[in-house]
Every structure is written in structure tokens, then in C-alpha cells.
């Protein structure tokens, strides 16, 4: 739970300052490419790369939809 929140923490920091999420959402890919790489059964308790991606880019689409919903004189 306390990594799905940073995730979406870290999400809106990164969509309010203007960081290119694109960008970040590559991280996710390289996660992705390291936990394939790994030997044996997945003990790790936290959540996979991809879903990882796919709760942050949940995150900004709302947030963009949020901004697109308040107008230009809201922002």
C-alpha cells in the first residue's frame, strides 16, 4: 500500500511541475526488462512493473482531465 501511494504521490509532483511523464512512465519499462531478467519464482511482494505503469499513467490521465475540466483561468 505505502508503495502504490508514493507512486501516486510521486505521479501528481511530476505532473504539477511539468515533468514529461512519458519519461517517467519509461522507467516502468526498464523495471519491466530487469524483473524478466530474474531467476525463479517472483517472491517479491510488490507490485509489478507493468501495474505500476499502468496505476501512474491512471494518475496523470486524471489529472489531466481534472486541469482539462477547470478551464484555462482555473490552473
Known sequence: MQ???????GAA???VTGYDPQRALGLF?????????ADGPALDPHDTAAARK??????IADLR???ADLG????
Open 3 to 9: 508503495e502504490r501511494e508514493a507512486d501516486t504521490i
Open 13 to 15: 509532483i511530476l505532473f
Open 29 to 37: 519499462d526498464k523495471l519491466a526488462q530487469l524483473e524478466a531478467r
Open 54 to 59: 499502468r496505476a501512474v499513467a491512471g494518475v
Open 65 to 67: 482531465q481534472r486541469q
Open 72 to 75: 484555462p483561468k482555473r490552473r
